[in-house]
Each structure stands twice: as structure tokens, then as C-alpha cells.
């Protein structure tokens, strides 16, 4: 689906003192800061986009100049006083002078304050744009992102709706336009579509979170796991998993600040590896597909422990990771039940019993698993086996999926 995009950004700025389109976030390649314009501009450009409008207006002179260096089209909105829904208007009127939006099928409306929208929350949009385009025809519904029941940015709108809009009468704004329009909501697994910075305690929050925006929250991977409709089953034993994997990552890296050292892993992330290792259950090579997948959602770190979640080889030399220990935590998870890793590959071994090369390969798997548990237990002084009861033993599994 070809879309457009209108860029709000002509706000006066007065709680920030600053002209927010042109704040520093950590959003370029590798997390270098560029401006919060630059920054959607990429967001958008990667998923194929390339008809993008600015609206500036207050501050006009930096926002457009801003514009003119990321080569994207910038139009003035003259009365920027009379507040957002006239700047959603000069972007709408710029895309409709604009030949080649004609084959736009929809426009996102975003404020350049909310500039921290995962490349997720647009693809989940577009897919069920393509949906309702098949189920309703001529008149497909406006979009709006949901997380956590509260509505975020950015709104997909029908192309064809825009004459609609900008005949409104400007009564409520843009919810105001959409009042007579078809709408619905969709969940989307980002908290971010609700992030905006109008103040400078604002900023400093989004700066924080913006280091943390290609990993999902616990909460935002409950809401990704009930998108893809993953079984129940699957459900209690990524739970259990996740919890495991962050015990792990909890003891570890207090072992290693009672020694002086950084913690080098987040029992945040960790969990959340576990509670998406199993993602693409079902699929051949699953663990392929689930890393796959998270990639092109813009989640590279979550795709790498997914993708490495059957068997690790560490070298002696390289440091204990978040992904290590998911593969750990899977291995002392037989389904919910924990088990020892002599009983987890005796099972395998005796399935294939009969086959040479299978059982070689299980064998190494088994001697790298054990491996890594001797290590784990060496830098953190406790069993892993035993940190996997404890873990397991507070974890009420009946709670799975209710997130």
C-alpha cells in the first residue's frame, strides 16, 4: 500500500522554549543524535515512503531550512495561531497539489512531538489498511493506534477522505473531522505512539526512552504475542522462559557489580527474549523466521536472541549475553515443568537414537549447554539449575496471556 505522510511541525513551541522539530534525539544510524524531524523522516523513508510534507509555521525560517537539508517539501501554513487542525489542512492541500500523491492510498498525520513511533506500529497499520480495503471497499475506516486503551499518533487516513477534512469546519480539530467518518481502533505493541514532548522534562524522558526504542517493553510484548495469535501453550512456557532467563540476568549482573564490573545484561531484556523466543512456533526453523520477523519489525536485538534461542556456541573469551541465557532458560523449560539438562537431551538422544548424524549433533549441543551453565555458575557462584526453581516457583503460569 503507497502512502503519504504530513509532518506537523509548526507549533509555537512556548513550554519547550525551544523549536522542538529540531531537538537532538539519539534516532540516527547506530543511535547518533539528528533532529526530531530528521529522525521521522527516517522512520518513514525506510518503510518506503518518499511523498512527505512539513508543515511549518511558527519558527519557520529553521524548520524549513531543517527541510530543505533532508530534501523534504515544506509548505508554510500562514495562520498557525488558529491551532493544529489548520496545519493538518496546509499539509492536505500541499499532498492534493502534488500529482504524484494521487496514488497515495492513505496519508498519516504525524506531529513531529511524537517522534519516537516504531517502524511496528506503521506496518501493523498498513496491514489492516490492506484488510479493510478488501472487507469494506469505498469506504475503509480510519485508523488509530491503541496501547494500553489510549489512542497515540499517527491516524491512517483513506486518501479519500482528505476533501472531506478539509472541508471541515475546524470544530474539535481533527477528531472533529473523523466524527462522521468510519473509524476504528487498532492495537499496536508501542507505547511510544503515546510519547510526545511538550515541555522540557518532556524531552529529557523521550531522550531516555529513545535508547531503549528498538527493544519492546514486557507489556508491548504481550500485545505482540496476541497479535500473532500465539497458542496458549506456547504463551506459558515463553512466560516461564522469560522469567528464568531474567533470573539469570538479575544474579549475573549483581555478580559482576559486587566485582566492580558492569552488569552487561538487563533482566528486562532478557525477559522479554524469552517471552518472544517462540514467536513463529509452528513455522519451519522457527527460530529463523521468529528472528526474521522481529527484524522487520525494527527490533534487531530481540531478533538475535530469538534467532540463537536452540543453540549457542560462546567462545571462551566473549561475555555472557542476554541471548546466552534465553537459550539457557529454554533448555531447563520442558514445556512449564523444569527439568535438568541431563533429562532435556536424554529425551532427545533416545528419539533419535537410530539416527548417527542426529545424535552427534544433539551430543554438541548438550556439551555446549552444559558448558555455558558451568559458566554461568562460575561467575554468578550459584547453579543455574537452581536459580530456574526459584524463578519457576513464583511464577504463577495460570496468569500467561492475560496480559
Given at each position: 500500500m503507497?502512502?503519504?505522510v504530513?509532518?506537523?511541525?509548526a507549533?509555537?513551541?512556548?513550554?519547550m522554549g525551544r523549536?522542538k522539530?529540531?531537538?537532538?534525539?539519539?534516532?540516527?544510524?547506530?543511535g547518533a543524535n539528528?533532529s526530531?524531524?530528521e529522525?521521522?523522516?527516517?522512520?518513514?523513508?525506510d518503510?518506503?515512503?518518499d511523498?512527505?510534507?512539513v508543515?511549518?509555521?511558527?519558527?519557520?525560517?529553521?524548520v524549513?531550512a531543517?527541510s530543505?537539508?533532508?530534501?523534504?517539501v515544506?509548505?508554510?501554513?500562514p495562520?498557525?495561531?488558529?491551532?493544529?487542525?489548520?496545519?493538518v489542512c496546509?499539509?492536505?492541500?500541499?499532498?492534493?497539489?502534488n500529482?504524484?500523491?494521487s496514488?497515495?492510498?492513505?496519508i498519516c498525520i504525524?506531529?513531529?512531538?511524537?517522534?519516537?513511533v516504531?517502524?511496528?506500529t506503521l506496518q501493523?497499520?498498513l496491514?489492516?489498511?490492506?484488510?479493510?480495503?478488501?472487507?469494506?471497499?469505498?469506504?475503509?475506516?480510519?485508523?488509530?493506534?491503541?496501547?494500553?486503551?489510549?489512542?497515540?499518533?499517527p491516524?491512517?487516513?483513506?486518501?479519500?477522505?482528505?476533501?472531506h477534512?478539509?472541508?471541515?469546519?475546524g470544530?474539535?480539530?481533527?477528531?472533529?473531522a473523523?466524527?462522521?467518518?468510519?473509524?476504528r481502533?487498532?492495537?499496536v505493541?508501542?507505547?511510544?505512539?503515546?510519547?510526545?514532548?511538550d515541555?522540557?522534562?518532556?524531552?529529557?524522558?523521550?531522550?531516555?526512552?529513545?535508547?531503549?526504542?528498538?527493544?519492546?517493553t514486557?507489556?508491548?510484548?504481550?500485545?505482540?504475542?496476541?497479535?500473532?495469535?500465539?497458542a496458549?501453550k506456547?504463551?506459558?512456557?515463553s512466560?516461564?522462559v522469560?522469567?528464568?532467563?531474567?533470573?539469570?540476568?538479575a544474579?549475573?549482573?549483581?555478580?559482576?557489580?559486587?566485582?566492580?564490573?558492569?552488569?552487561?545484561c538487563?533482566?528486562?531484556l532478557?525477559?522479554?527474549?524469552?517471552?518472544l523466543?517462540?514467536?513463529c512456533?509452528?513455522?519451519?526453523?522457527?527460530?529463523?523466521?521468529g528472528g526474521?520477523l522481529?527484524?522487520?519489525?525494527?527490533?534487531?536485538?530481540l531478533?538475535?536472541?530469538v534467532?540463537?534461542h536452540?543453540?549457542?556456541?560462546?567462545?571462551d573469551?566473549?561475555?555472557?549475553?542476554?541471548r546466552?541465557?534465553?537459550?539457557?532458560?529454554?533448555?531447563?523449560?520442558?514445556?512449564?515443568?523444569l527439568?535438568?539438562l541431563?533429562s532435556?537431551?536424554?529425551?532427545?538422544?533416545?528419539?533419535?537414537?537410530?539416527?548417527?548424524?542426529?545424535?552427534t549433533?544433539?551430543e554438541a549441543?548438550?556439551?555446549r549447554?552444559?558448558?555455558l551453565?558451568a559458566r554461568l555458575?562460575a561467575?554468578?557462584?550459584?547453579?543455574?539449575f537452581e536459580?530456574a526453581?526459584?524463578?519457576l516457583a513464583?511464577?504463577n503460569?495460570n496468569e500467561?496471556g492475560?496480559?
Amino acid at each position: 500500500m503507497k502512502f503519504s505522510v504530513v509532518i506537523l511541525a509548526a507549533g509555537q513551541s512556548s513550554r519547550m522554549g525551544r523549536v522542538k522539530a529540531l531537538l537532538p534525539l539519539p534516532l540516527g544510524p547506530e543511535g547518533a543524535n539528528c533532529s526530531a524531524l530528521e529522525g521521522l523522516a527516517r522512520l518513514y523513508r525506510d518503510q518506503g515512503v518518499d511523498r512527505i510534507v512539513v508543515v511549518s509555521g511558527y519558527h519557520a525560517e529553521e524548520v524549513e531550512a531543517e527541510s530543505r537539508r533532508l530534501d523534504l517539501v515544506c509548505t508554510r501554513n500562514p495562520n498557525p495561531e488558529q491551532g493544529m487542525f489548520s496545519s493538518v489542512c496546509t499539509g492536505l492541500s500541499r499532498l492534493a497539489d502534488n500529482p504524484d500523491s494521487s496514488e497515495s492510498e492513505a496519508i498519516c498525520i504525524t506531529p513531529v512531538d511524537v517522534p519516537l513511533v516504531r517502524p511496528l506500529t506503521l506496518q501493523t497499520l498498513l496491514e489492516e489498511a490492506k484488510k479493510d480495503l478488501e472487507r469494506f471497499g469505498a469506504r475503509p475506516p480510519v485508523l488509530i493506534p491503541l496501547f494500553a486503551g489510549r489512542e497515540g499518533h499517527p491516524p491512517l487516513i483513506p486518501a479519500a477522505y482528505a476533501s472531506h477534512i478539509l472541508a471541515h469546519n475546524g470544530r474539535e480539530g481533527l477528531r472533529g473531522a473523523f466524527s462522521s467518518l468510519p473509524r476504528r481502533v487498532v492495537s499496536v505493541a508501542d507505547a511510544m505512539i503515546l510519547e510526545d514532548m511538550d515541555a522540557p522534562e518532556d524531552y529529557e524522558r523521550l531522550r531516555r526512552l529513545a535508547l531503549s526504542r528498538a527493544v519492546l517493553t514486557p507489556e508491548e510484548a504481550w500485545v505482540l504475542l496476541r497479535q500473532r495469535k500465539v497458542a496458549q501453550k506456547i504463551l506459558r512456557h515463553s512466560q516461564a522462559v522469560g522469567e528464568v532467563a531474567a533470573r539469570f540476568a538479575a544474579v549475573l549482573g549483581q555478580s559482576r557489580e559486587s566485582a566492580g564490573e558492569a552488569a552487561g545484561c538487563s533482566p528486562q531484556l532478557a525477559l522479554v527474549g524469552g517471552l518472544l523466543h517462540d514467536i513463529c512456533k509452528g513455522a519451519p526453523h522457527h527460530e529463523l523466521a521468529g528472528g526474521d520477523l522481529l527484524d522487520s519489525l525494527g527490533l534487531p536485538r530481540l531478533a538475535e536472541i530469538v534467532r540463537s534461542h536452540l543453540d549457542v556456541d560462546l567462545p571462551d573469551e566473549a561475555a555472557i549475553t542476554e541471548r546466552e541465557l534465553v537459550c539457557l532458560a529454554d533448555k531447563y523449560c520442558l514445556g512449564i515443568r523444569l527439568t535438568p539438562l541431563e533429562s532435556r537431551y536424554e529425551e532427545k538422544k533416545r528419539q533419535f537414537r537410530d539416527n548417527a548424524e542426529a545424535l552427534t549433533a544433539i551430543e554438541a549441543r548438550e556439551q555446549r549447554a552444559q558448558k555455558l551453565a558451568a559458566r554461568l555458575a562460575a561467575e554468578c557462584g550459584q547453579s543455574p539449575f537452581e536459580l530456574a526453581r526459584t524463578a519457576l516457583a513464583s511464577l504463577n503460569l495460570n496468569e500467561a496471556g492475560r496480559h
